[in-house]
């Protein structure tokens, strides 16, 4: 079945760099997504990848795609306190008319000055 | 601003007690989607809309209603709101082929 998984918890010194990972199970997803939760918060869209790219550099995010392995990752370069949330790796699929999202259950990630 | 709007943000209600979470959006956007946010299950969707008329169940559906009767809105009905509907609720909506984007969430409690 369709699957989402990811590690629970990351910590990192402040002005270091996080990695994310995720791996996910549907070889037929579109799109794969990194979203930001904070405290109390709604789900902020960090950035996503198409599934036929191998990576994309936004700023100080890098996601990576291996398509092969089905594995995903978020690299938070020069991390800071503010980027202490919960990252959410989710994939887009097309369930027949549905283009429903498959989420993992979150990272939690503690940035430490 | 391209946005999807939630109403209520937060709510605390009794059981049986009907209500209505209005999701609006502002984008034009043809698909639009519920999901249910749960400590340890993650989101899971409840319903979705591919357009106005059309709509289907998602993966736990019982116990809620949508309806879409024009493009721009969405809302999710509890008929008899029990405990275990006690969630945050997040409202999506995307373009064909094109990314999600949610509302900012909304906080039910059921007492």
């Known amino acids: 079945g369709e699957d989402v998984e990811q590690s629970l918890f990351l910590s990192v010194r402040e002005g270091d760099s996080s990695v994310i990972n995720c791996t996910y199970t549907d070889s037929s997803s579109t799109y794969l997504y990194w979203y930001k939760q904070e405290p109390g918060a709604g789900l902020q869209l960090l950035t996503y990848?198409?599934?036929n790219m191998d990576m994309k550099q936004d700023q100080r995010l890098t996601v990576l795609l291996n398509k092969k392995d089905k594995h995903l990752s978020l690299r938070i370069a020069d991390t800071q306190t503010g980027d202490s949330a919960i990252y959410f790796c989710a994939e887009s699929i097309n369930a027949g008319n549905n283009r429903k999202l498959i989420w993992g259950l979150g990272t939690s990630l503690a940035v430490n000055p | 601003e391209a946005q999807v709007t939630q109403n209520p943000r937060y709510l605390i209600t009794v059981t049986g007690k009907k209500l209505t979470v209005t999701c609006s959006q502002n984008?034009?956007?043809?698909?639009m989607s519920w999901y249910r946010q749960d400590p340890g299950l993650g989101l899971r969707q409840i319903y979705y809309?591919?357009?106005?008329?059309?709509?289907d169940k998602g993966d736990v559906p019982e116990g809620y209603k949508v309806s879409r009767k024009e493009k721009r809105n969405f809302p999710l009905i509890l008929e008899s709101p029990s405990p275990n509907q006690t969630s945050l609720y997040f409202c999506?909506?995307?373009?064909?082929?094109?990314?999600?984007?949610f509302g900012d969430g909304t906080r039910l409690s059921i007492l």
């Open positions: 809309s591919m357009n106005v008329e059309v709509t």
């Open positions: 990848i198409f599934s």
């Open positions: 999506a909506s995307s373009p064909p082929g094109g990314t999600q984007h």
């Open positions: 984008m034009n956007h043809e698909y």
